[in-house]
Structure formats: structure tokens, C-alpha cells
């Protein structure tokens, strides 16, 4: 993945999790952001 892209994805991610203080769906979106990774 394009480095300025992975950092945008991570501020977006970032913001969600500040917006959501669901526990649940941090775990979900940690979980995606790993998957994501190895591709």
C-alpha cells in the first residue's frame, strides 16, 4: 500500500475509534487494519 494512503487509512481509523468508544468495534477494526496489512 502507498505510504500517504496507509497514513491517511490510520488517521481515518484514528478518528472512528475517537468517534466510536465501542470496545467491539475497535476490536473490529483493529482486526480489518491486520488484515490489511498482509496483503
Not at 16 to 39: A, K
Request: aromatic share 12%.
Amino acid at each position: 500500500m502507498v505510504p500517504s494512503l496507509n497514513k491517511v487509512y490510520v488517521a481515518t481509523i484514528y478518528i472512528v475509534q475517537l468517534t466510536n468508544n465501542n470496545y467491539q468495534t475497535r476490536f473490529t477494526i483493529n482486526y480489518g487494519d491486520l488484515q490489511l496489512m498482509r496483503d
